[in-house]
């Protein structure tokens, strides 16, 4: 209203020439003067994600264990993901650095590393950097940055005695320049945004249409960005899906800052049980993961299917052999070889190690359903390395485990083991490698082709989803969305909503 009297009365009184030179004046001094602030070096340096790594105390030596470079237990992981970024138009270099340090009160450096160079290049200037940690403050490389180049530094801390929610800061100092810690750009002079509002109210209708077509630009740009909500919600379950489910929770987050999102590691079953016998207060605030359809939790709603998740055999780098018959396998888990010259007559003579997952994995289920067509042969060893009394010698040895990441260990660190995992966390895991099924690897095309080892991800509410809380309706629209379907495709799992909107047969089709 306001912009479209004062163009009508601009244009009477003096013309559509004048309210064109009123308007190139103030446009003109308006840039000018950002121009001018813009000079400056200017650094943004926030901290996007500070959050436990979300497993339940009650069972985390159990279920959930994380470990340091030399396979020791770290208590109350932690992750902080701070991002470094010149937003000025001033190259910014390694001498105008005063202060550069990430600072977190109470708590302890485990490891820390770069991701997400732009450019690229600018990886290899942090090639020779020596991080300094095991203390509450970690120091950052003084890099030459160029306008808009950044990087992004990954922490992993202990926040064993820290108490709850602790802080995480961004502590920089530029010589000459300023520094950002709340905002992807500088703050703007006030000088200048009194021109952009002349400027605006100027324009006019022009102004209006502009921005109408900006926003329709925004929207399609933005499209699978999430509908914010508040609160906090709980999302427990399958430990091979719980990493790019922790990581989609990060990212939600940084969207929505009202929101907090903890991801447990717990297992199929664990999560869908503690969904079933969560207090009814806490049951709407609550998701769990699942590697496939469980029955007996008749409360429970499978609300969203959301990948595809494909399953590999994986056995001790030392180990030889690279393709078995399904035939073979099924013999292996079912306790039926104990020597690895039984399953491939060229390898050498070795025990074979059976590293499996427990009775209430998502895992093992598939396997058991898809594979083995049938049981897999109970443990006889609880430490992976000696028989359990009373167990005969010629048994071969088997062990169970409670997660994925207990498996890759074992299994790593065991001569003729072998176990089976997701196929994304086997790519990520040195010291073990994959074995093809009967030719075929544990690859989405192989499965479209009859690869056997897979199932779907399935994404389980209390009840209808749209009656729970509004958070946990805005997480799981966001886990089928756009950009959580891209994120999840770059890790291996094929979503159940294709790049298109149209539905993955795999994830629809009944298997035989």
Not at 342 to 348: F, I, N, R, S
Not at 487 to 511: F, K, N, S, W
Request: net charge neutral; charged share 20%.
């Amino acid at each position: 209203m306001v912009v479209s009297v004062l163009v009508d009365w601009l244009s009477a009184q003096q013309g559509v020439s004048s309210l064109v030179a009123a308007l190139v004046l103030a446009l003109g001094l308006t840039a000018f003067n950002q121009f001018q602030a813009r000079r400056k070096r200017v650094l943004s340096f926030r901290v996007r994600f500070n959050s436990p790594l979300g497993f339940s105390p009650v069972y985390a030596r159990l279920v959930a264990r994380v470990m340091d470079q030399e396979n020791t237990h770290i208590a109350d992981p932690a992750l902080v993901v701070a991002r470094v970024k010149n937003v000025g138009r001033t190259a910014i270099s390694r001498h105008d650095y005063k202060t550069l340090e990430l600072e977190f009160p109470q708590r302890r450096t485990i490891a820390a590393g770069f991701t997400e160079e732009k450019p690229e290049a600018l990886g290899k200037e942090f090639k020779d950097f020596q991080w300094q940690l095991g203390h509450s403050t970690l120091e950052l490389p003084r890099v030459d940055l160029n306008p808009n180049e950044e990087y992004k530094v990954v922490v992993l801390l202990s926040n064993e005695g820290a108490g709850p929610n602790p802080p995480a800061k961004a502590i920089g100092r530029l010589s000459e320049g300023g520094l950002v810690t709340a905002a992807d750009t500088p703050r703007t002079r006030r000088t200048t945004i009194a021109g952009a509002a002349v400027s605006t109210l100027l324009a006019g209708a022009l102004v209006t249409t502009l921005l109408f077509a900006t926003s329709e630009q925004k929207a399609g740009a933005t499209a699978s960005a999430p509908v914010c909500a508040s609160g906090e919600l709980t999302v427990e379950g399958s430990s091979a899906f719980a990493g790019i489910a922790a990581h989609l929770a990060g990212q939600y987050m940084t969207y929505c800052d009202d929101a907090r999102i903890t991801v447990v590691a717990a297992g199929s079953f664990e999560g869908l049980d503690h969904l079933q016998n969560a207090a009814p207060e806490q049951r709407p605030r609550r998701l769990a993961l699942a590697d496939g359809k469980f029955i007996g939790f008749t409360d429970l709603v499978p609300s969203r299917g959301l990948a595809v998740v494909p399953y590999s055999v994986v056995v001790n780098n030392a180990v030889a052999v690279t393709d078995v018959s399904v035939d073979t396998l099924r013999r292996v888990f079912r306790g039926e070889v104990a020597n690895w010259q039984d399953v491939d007559a060229a390898a050498d003579s070795a025990p074979i190690r059976v590293v499996a997952r427990d009775d209430r994995s998502g895992s093992r289920r598939a396997l058991e359903t898809y594979v083995l067509e049938g049981r897999q042969a109970g443990a006889t060893s609880d430490s992976c390395d000696v028989l359990r009394e009373g167990v005969a010698r010629s048994q071969p040895m088997i062990c169970e485990q409670t997660t994925t990441s207990d498996v890759l260990v074992k299994v790593r660190s065991r001569a003729g083991a072998v176990g089976y995992v997701d196929t994304p966390n086997a790519l990520r895991t040195p010291g073990v490698k994959q074995v093809r099924l009967d030719g075929q690897a544990a690859t989405i095309d192989d499965i479209r082709a009859g690869y056997p080892f897979w199932t779907v991800e399935y994404l389980y509410s209390w009840g209808d989803l749209d009656k729970t809380d509004p958070l946990t309706r805005s997480f799981a629209d966001y886990l089928v969305g756009a950009e959580a379907r891209s994120m999840i495709a770059a890790q291996q799992y094929a979503p159940c909503v294709r790049a298109d909107g149209t539905p993955e047969p795999l994830c629809t089709t009944p298997r035989e």
